[in-house]
């Protein structure tokens, strides 16, 4: 089931890639949303789909894509761009060589669009001078490459833009993954994903999945994020086939949580318990705490 934010993200990117610049300046998009929500299978999606194409003198990348990792720095992360790219050189060169050679093979590759996943980790290391500077140097970077440029990331990432103003200026289009939820219009894909899901499970005998009072427990105990309920869904079907009935139930999803979503929670803590509490888990030290919170640590 594709859910209408992720296909109008989708073909926003597919948009930007079929725009050729040649004056202008490139446009760019970030997406942002929570852990979870879908964002990095969603550029996963649109990589499959623009494959590298091998040509005897070259080879053809149409989608450029870095995830970025903990405490990089500008150097480094032109280092794995390079090496994406299938560079001999990448790990040679300062910043602004590494740079140089990063936008010559960029445009030597027929790179139609540059995606820098995990952009929060950029956010994460050091103050407002050095998010300043990375904003400088992916603002001329798509200048130089006349390329778009998809940022993507954690709420989080979102600093990055309010720090540098003419990087912001050109990311002026933000896309938002949100969670997925049982409360107003929403609702309907909820229920929708859980009933593709509930489909999957066949043949094994299941619980209701969209049933209202399941839905509800599915939602507190995965924050309707997609991830969450992957993982939870997937582990309480391993937790029933190792039960004699082989039935998924509410004992296996609440094994499964604790498995997977929340260790050692306790009884009121755990959605499929008949003790709990009905609060959303978003206290410190719960699954799904505020990203603000787990960054005050």
């Known amino acids: 089931m594709e859910l209408p934010q992720a296909v109008r993200s989708m073909d926003r990117m597919r948009e930007l890639m079929a725009h050729e610049c040649i004056d202008e300046e490139p446009e760019h998009l970030m997406l942002t949303g929570q852990p979870g929500t879908g964002k990095t299978t969603l550029l996963q999606k649109l990589l499959a789909s623009f494959p590298p194409i091998h040509h005897p003198e070259f080879t053809e990348i149409p989608v450029l894509y870095v995830e970025i990792p903990a405490r990089t720095t500008i150097k480094a992360l032109a280092g794995l761009m390079l090496q994406s790219l299938g560079s001999d050189y990448w790990n040679r060169g300062d910043e602004t060589e590494r740079t140089y050679q990063l936008v010559t093979l960029i445009r030597a590759c027929r790179c139609k669009l540059i995606i820098l996943d995990e ?63 049982l409360v107003g219009d929403r609702q309907g894909e909820f229920l929708g994903v859980l009933r593709v899901l509930e489909a999957l499970l066949a043949p094994m005998p299941s619980i209701e999945l969209p049933h ?26 391993e937790v029933a086939g190792r039960q004699p009935k082989q039935k998924l139930m509410l004992d296996a999803l609440e094994a499964a949580f604790l498995e997977v979503i929340f260790p050692k929670a306790p009884d009121q803590r755990n959605p499929f318990s008949a003790k709990f509490d009905q609060r959303p888990l978003t206290r410190a030290g719960e699954p799904f705490q505020p990203e603000e919170m787990a960054h005050a640590k």
């Open 119 to 181: 952009v929060n980790h950029l956010v994460d290391r050091g103050g407002l001078k050095t998010h300043y500077h990375v904003g400088d140097w992916i603002k001329q970077l798509g200048t130089a490459t006349r390329k778009s440029i998809v940022l993507s990331g954690t709420l989080q990432s979102k600093q990055l833009l309010s720090t540098n103003y003419q990087l912001g200026s050109r990311f002026g289009e933000v896309h938002t993954l949100s969670a997925l939820s």
């Open 212 to 237: 209202p009072k399941t839905a509800t427990m599915i939602a507190f105990a995965t924050n309707g994020r997609l991830r969450s309920i992957r993982q939870l869904l997937v582990r309480a079907v």
